[in-house]
Nanobody
Framework: QVQLVESEGGLVQAGGSLRLSCAAS????????MGWFRQAPGKEREFVAT????????YYADSVKGRFTISRDNAKNTVYLQMNSLKPEDTAVYYC?????????????????WGQGTQVTVSS
C-alpha cells in the first residue's frame, strides 16, 4: 500500500512557474514508476508526465514537453513536477500516481495508487 500526498498547488499568472511535489509513504517508493496526470473541468483525466524507477527515463505529453520537468528523489520518497511557462490551458487538478512496475506508462488505468489532487490555476 502506498499513500501519496501532493503539495498545495496555487494561482499563478501565465508565463509563471510552479513546482508540485508528491510525497509517498512506505519504504518501497523506489519500486514504483511515478506519473503526473491532470483533469480540467468537464474533461477526462489526462497524462502529463511519467518517470521510471531510477529517474533516468521520462516521458511527457506533447502539450507540456519543453515546459514541464518530472523528477524524483528516492531518498526522500518524493516525485516533483516543475512547471514553467504556464498557460491558462494548464489549469486543472493535478494528480500524482504510482505504478507498481518497472516500466513507465502513459495510461492512467495502469497506475495503482493516486494522490488526492491539487488545484493549479493559471490566469491570463
Amino acid at each position: 500500500q502506498v499513500q501519496l500526498v501532493e503539495s498545495e498547488g496555487g494561482l499563478v499568472q501565465a508565463g509563471g512557474s510552479l513546482r508540485l511535489s508528491c510525497a509517498a509513504s512506505g519504504r518501497t517508493f523506489s519500486r514504483y514508476a511515478m506519473g503526473w496526470f491532470r483533469q480540467a473541468p468537464g474533461k477526462e483525466r489526462e497524462f502529463v508526465a511519467t518517470i521510471n524507477l531510477s529517474g533516468v527515463t521520462t516521458y511527457y505529453a506533447d502539450s507540456v514537453k519543453g515546459r514541464f520537468t518530472i523528477s524524483r528523489d528516492n531518498a526522500k520518497n518524493t516525485v516533483y513536477l516543475q512547471m514553467n511557462s504556464l498557460k491558462p490551458e494548464d489549469t486543472a487538478v493535478y494528480y500524482c500516481a504510482a505504478r507498481n512496475a518497472i516500466a513507465t506508462s502513459l495510461n492512467r488505468v495502469e497506475y495503482d495508487y493516486w494522490g488526492q489532487g491539487t488545484q493549479v490555476t493559471v490566469s491570463s
